[in-house]
């Protein structure tokens, strides 16, 4: 990455610090489907034009998990010959079911909703698709650079972006520098295109900076948990996709499962429960391990091991919550400006689109992000989410609501004369002495993992413990004092690998009490933290380069 054409001596006027630039005319931030898309297509268009992409996972895909059964259009429109040498992992959808579970059984639906229709769509690893997608983008000119984490935005006097900075390596917990520090190079660009995906910790500053957020709704979200088996022989039928509602959620969480039947007797399953959730105690790891064990799955399953696993948010909040995509010298593409399709649980076609789409407005227009926002609502792209705007949103009346009020917006594509309103996910959750707690009716586990932290072992997160926490809680004394009597600190609940404990400790005065503990060691950067916590006193923000999860195939 010292390219010594690109290399130079530069201290900002506000770091001390000697930091060596590398100047582009484009720097991407995020080596998903969109980023990649976005550097392939730009330089299809205008092979000139110089183009970065920095990942801060250590290999490109390490990060990216997803369901993920793609809509391949926007891939043969970027990629035409891509079916000639397919990702490694790539399944043409087969027969689809559609199941309301109760604990001990369920139903099976003579008829799949329209957007869960899957002919002619092909079940994907997103991060292998990625892996495949560097080395074309790569082939093209364009310069992808893994384990790399832009930790903060570069700005002109004026406020424009001007590129991006890499976080230091080598800092100690304490904020000294060990013997390998190295300062992180500053990435200067005409324009930065922020392709982070859901909650990305820049774009959320951004966000905030620029008021993109102003005459839009909040985001919203819900969480991904994902685990590839491998089965015994014979017991896969590849292309075989099955979608669940109803139990082990109750009536007001909004929940639901896949289990995608792969090549190799392998299968990829998860459960994603919707952020708005309002009970306190509810645990989205633990109902997607519950959920493992209905008699659907469980049969499957067993003698079954897991290969890999892992969590990430989802930004569900639809044409509402999309926010202005445009700021001097950045836009947005992506899951990074939430264009999941969340009731056909798509968004890989969404976020290749965009970045085709941002990459024509670019090259078309001397590189200038500004008049992208209407392009881009002015595109299919925004067209899909108007037409399904208020299905989501309908879910927060509980699931009965929801299932008619979706029915309703089905049959007449959304011509609604209304727009539902999207609610922020941190003041979604009621307070313990004012919430009535449901029946859980649970099951008797036995598949695993037995726990959180064996799921941390399956995720293969590695981080150098002495660096500095990238968890940041403003005021630990409110996890103390007011949340454990207001909502019984849920942090250690929604984490899904264990990061936050509240522990029994000598206090400085040599009192005993209680304190929070972060183990971030354990994170998976799946963001939930940074949108559930009620006090919104937790900021993600990027570890070292390379540090997380390193995901297979998921």
Same mark, same amino acid.
């Given at each position: ?64 998990? +997803? ?12 990629? &035409? @010959? ?5 990702? $490694? ?33 092909? #079940?994907? +690893? ?14 093209? /000119? ?7 984490? %832009? ?45 982070? /995906? ?24 819900? =969480? @991904? ?7 015994? &022989? /014979? ?87 999309? $926010? ?41 227009? /001397? ?34 609501? @929801?299932?008619?009020?979706? %029915? ?33 009716? !649970? ?24 660096? $500095? ?41 040599? +009192? ?22 009620? !006090?919104? #006193? =937790? ?16």
């Amino acid at each position: 990455m010292s390219d010594p054409h690109h290399a130079r001596a530069f201290t900002d006027a506000d770091d001390a610090i000697a930091r060596d630039v590398m100047e582009y005319d484009v720097v991407t931030v995020g080596a998903g489907p969109a980023g990649l898309a976005f550097a392939i297509h730009l330089k299809q268009l205008d092979p000139s034009i110089s183009v970065c992409v920095i990942e801060k996972a250590s290999t490109v895909g390490a990060h990216i998990l +997803s369901g993920a059964v793609i809509e391949p259009g926007p891939l043969d429109a970027l990629l &035409p @010959g891509w079916r000639d040498n397919p990702p $490694p992992v790539c399944v043409p959808a087969g027969e689809d079911e559609f199941w309301f579970l109760t604990r001990d059984g369920g139903r099976k639906s003579p008829i799949v909703p329209p957007g869960m229709r899957n002919h002619g769509n092909v #079940i994907v +690893s997103l991060g292998a698709m990625c892996a495949w997608m560097a080395p074309q983008a790569e082939a093209l /000119g364009v310069e992808v650079y893994a384990g790399f984490a %832009a930790a903060h935005t570069l700005h002109g006097d004026d406020g424009r972006v001007l590129g991006v900075r890499i976080g230091d390596m080598g800092v100690a917990r304490d904020g000294t520098h060990k013997p390998g520090y190295t300062a992180g190079i500053d990435i200067r660009a005409k324009v930065t295109v922020l392709a982070e /995906g859901a909650r990305g910790h820049l774009t959320k500053r951004l966000v905030a900076r620029f008021g993109l957020d102003a005459g839009h709704d909040p985001q919203a979200y819900s =969480i @991904g948990i994902k685990e590839l088996w491998q089965l015994p &022989p /014979g017991r896969t039928l590849p292309g075989r996709i099955v979608h669940t509602l109803g139990w082990p959620a109750d009536n007001a969480t909004y929940g639901g499962g896949f289990l995608y039947h792969l090549d190799n007797d392998q299968v990829a399953l998860g459960y994603v429960s919707g952020l708005d959730y309002r009970d306190p105690h509810y645990q989205p790891w633990e109902a997607f391990q519950q959920w493992k064990n209905h008699p659907l799955f469980k049969p499957l399953l067993d003698g079954g091991s897991i290969l890999s696993a892992g969590a990430r948010a989802i930004a569900s909040g639809g044409w509402q919550s999309v $926010p202005t995509v445009e700021m001097p010298g950045a836009l947005l593409v992506g899951d990074s400006a939430g264009l999941l399709n969340v009731p056909r649980i798509k968004g890989t076609h969404q976020a290749i689109r965009s970045g085709m789409l941002a990459a024509a407005h670019l090259a078309g227009n /001397g590189l200038q992000p500004a008049g992208f926002d209407a392009a881009l609502r002015a595109s299919p792209a925004m067209a899909e989410l108007r037409r399904v705007r208020n299905i989501k949103p309908g879910f927060k009346k509980g699931l009965w609501p @929801g299932l008619a009020n979706a %029915a309703w917006e089905t049959a007449v594509r959304g011509a609604s004369p209304w727009t539902l309103k999207v609610t922020p996910d941190w003041c979604a959750l009621d307070r313990v002495d004012a919430h009535e707690q449901p029946r859980r009716d !649970y099951v008797q586990r036995s598949l695993p993992p037995r726990d959180r932290l064996q799921g941390v072992y399956y995720a293969a997160t590695e981080h150098d413990e002495d660096q $500095p926490v990238h968890l940041k809680v403003a005021d630990t004394s409110i996890c103390v004092e007011r949340c454990t009597v207001e909502y019984a600190n849920p942090c250690t609940r929604f984490c899904p690998v264990g990061v936050y404990e509240m522990v029994e400790d000598t206090l400085p005065d040599g +009192s005993s009490g209680r304190r929070l503990q972060i183990n971030a060691a354990n994170c998976v950067h799946c963001k939930t933290c940074d949108i559930k916590d009620p !006090y919104e #006193i =937790i900021t993600w923000v990027t570890p070292e380069g390379g540090a997380g999860p390193n995901y297979q195939n998921l």
